[in-house]
């Protein structure tokens, strides 16, 4: 089984899926390097729309793979791995075209990152979200905590991270993190939502979009994030982390 899918519909959306259902959508190695090559493509002409989900109806994604980056021992080593995945979600940040993460189930740590690091939020009715990070005695390591903050109101999004908690449907809507919830069929919902962008020439959603990357870059967003991955790096290497995710992963 293949850890990815991308699609490319005739309508203009390419659609990036996480295919590990068994594993909930965590984010390993192969992931990032199909994150990028699906990057890639969408920044081709034809596509007017990056839209990313997982597979099966448990999980939009777990976050980092807890199994695989468990190895990761020392500040320097969670670093690199914390920004690679990191330069990837400002890439996606920065894409020219809209972008929607649907949430097909729990989006978790990292997965949530993921899914800030998108424009629009749809979920299916009973998903769950949050950035737990905290509960494993790290931060948001991804960019995360630099993307919510960017798009929800502060106090908002300070709840989120400094909470470290999982929110139903109902209050990611209310807290402006969800865009819409959707009855029935995810990817047929998503395109009732999109529908009227995706009536405009690219350029002209290339040309709104850009109004928003002028204003990041001027905020420093790219400073912020690197900044982010370097803190939440230097608590990786903590053993209180470590114990966190042993215990998790079931390891004494
Ligand atoms: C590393 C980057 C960092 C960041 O910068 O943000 C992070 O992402 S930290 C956050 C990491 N993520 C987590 O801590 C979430 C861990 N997972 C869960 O809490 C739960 O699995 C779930 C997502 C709420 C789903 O629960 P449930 O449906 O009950 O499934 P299971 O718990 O039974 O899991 C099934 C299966 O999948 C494995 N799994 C789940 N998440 C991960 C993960 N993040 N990494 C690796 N493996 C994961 C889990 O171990 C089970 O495997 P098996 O036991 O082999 O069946």
Same mark, same amino acid.
């Given at each position: 089984m293949k850890p990815y +899918? &991308? !699609?490319e519909f005739s309508n203009g959306i390419l659609l990036f899926t +996480?295919?590990?259902p068994e594993k909930r959508n965590a984010v390993n190695y192969e992931i990032m390097d199909g994150l990028e090559h699906a990057l890639n493509l969408a920044n081709n002409k034809k596509v007017k729309v990056f839209a990313i989900t997982g597979a099966g109806d448990l999980a939009f994604c777990s976050g980092g793979d807890l199994s695989a980056f468990h190895c990761l021992r020392t500040e320097d080593e969670a670093f690199e791995m914390l920004n690679r995945m990191s330069d990837l979600l400002v890439k996606l940040f920065y894409l020219q075209k809209p972008t &929607?993460? $649907?949430l097909n189930g729990t989006a978790v740590g990292g997965g949530c990152e993921l899914a800030s690091a998108c424009d629009f939020r749809i979920a299916r009715k009973n998903v769950k979200a949050g950035f737990i990070q905290g509960t494993l005695a790290i931060t948001t390591g991804w960019g995360g905590g630099t993307f919510v903050s960017e798009k929800l109101l502060p106090a908002n999004a300070m709840k989120m991270l400094m909470e470290a908690s999982l929110y139903d449907t109902k209050q990611l809507e209310d807290l402006g993190f969800v865009q819409m919830i959707a009855d029935g069929d995810l990817l047929e919902s998503s395109k009732h939502f999109l529908e009227k962008m995706l009536r405009l020439d690219v350029n002209v959603l290339k040309a709104y979009k850009m109004m928003f990357i002028n204003k990041w !870059? /001027?905020?420093? $967003? /790219?400073e912020r994030v /690197? !900044? !982010?991955v370097r803190r939440c790096s230097e608590l990786w290497e903590d053993e209180a982390h470590h114990k966190q995710v042993a215990k998790f992963l079931g390891i004494k």
């Open positions: +899918i &991308v !699609e +996480i295919n590990r &929607v993460a $649907l !870059e /001027k905020a420093g $967003l /790219k /690197k !900044e !982010e």
